[in-house]
T-cell receptor, first 112, second 114 residues
Framework: GQQVMQIPQYQHVQEGEDFTTYCNSS?????IQWYKQRPGGHPVFLIQ?????EVKKQKRLTFQFGEAKKNSSLHITATQTTDVGTYFC????????????FGSGTQLTVLP | DTGVSQDPRHKITKRGQNVTFRCDPI?????LYWYRQTLGQGPEFLTY????????KSRLLSNRFSAERPKGSFSTLEIQRTEQGDSAMYLC????????????FGQGTRLTVV
């Protein structure tokens, strides 16, 4: 079955440092979505990437979708304490039903 | 507030008992999903409805689990003869029809089987 791997599992950064999490799928994806889950909360949608090589920005967050549509990354510039949480990628397999397959997430801690 | 509500928020049950959870999706959303999440892991797909039709179930889903969406609105997830390994957060999400539309998650029901 489809697997979505995410690294690193944990990341501790000093406030103001940059942060990147990487996502790799075992199968080609039709699209990939990114979610953020705060401690004790539920996943909240951040963005969706559809096109090969697509890059999208949301303020300090930059999302990329690989050329082969099997990998993706999320980069946060100059982290803030409000960025704390777990970031999940979730892929929809090409030609499949509509289920999202989530990665295991990267838990970000920002030290003030 | 995402608009997806789940009830109850917490459930403690003894091993062997049956439990039922409810999910009320955002009203105009045709699709409804159930996921399970354990500590340190991403949400794991359980099943998915489009309107009242259950279109997909995870192959990992035990036959002790059953879900319904009788009128295409709210959904219930029942776990029969609960086991300690069923302890997890059960998340419901809903979305509109369309390729890769975003899923809105509820707050989840935390199940503890003792």
């Amino acid at each position: 079955g489809q697997q979505v791997m995410q690294i690193p599992q944990y990341q501790h950064v000093q406030e103001g440092e940059d942060f990147t999490t990487y996502c790799n799928s075992s199968t080609t994806l039709s699209n990939i979505q990114w979610y953020k889950q705060r401690p004790g909360g539920h996943p909240v949608f951040l963005i969706q990437l559809v096109k090969s090589g697509e890059v999208k920005k949301q303020k300090r967050l930059t999302f990329q979708f690989g050329e082969a549509k099997k990998n993706s990354s999320l980069h946060i510039t100059a982290t803030q304490t409000t960025d704390v949480g777990t970031y999940f990628c979730a892929g929809v397999r090409s030609g499949s039903a509509r289920q999202l397959t989530f990665g295991s997430g990267t838990q970000l801690t920002v030290l003030p | 507030d995402t608009g997806v509500s789940q009830d109850p928020r917490h459930k403690i049950t003894k091993r062997g008992q049956n439990v039922t959870f409810r999910c009320d999706p955002i009203s105009e959303h045709n699709r409804l999903y159930w996921y399970r999440q354990t500590l340190g892991q991403g949400p794991e797909f359980l099943t998915y409805f489009q309107n009242e039709a259950q279109l997909e179930k995870s192959r990992l889903l035990s036959n002790r689990f059953s879900a319904e969406r009788p009128k295409g609105s709210f959904s219930t997830l029942e776990i029969q003869r609960t086991e300690q390994g069923d302890s997890a957060m059960y998340l419901c999400a809903s979305s509109l029809v369309g390729e890769g539309t975003e899923a809105f998650f509820g707050q989840g029901t935390r199940l503890t089987v003792v």
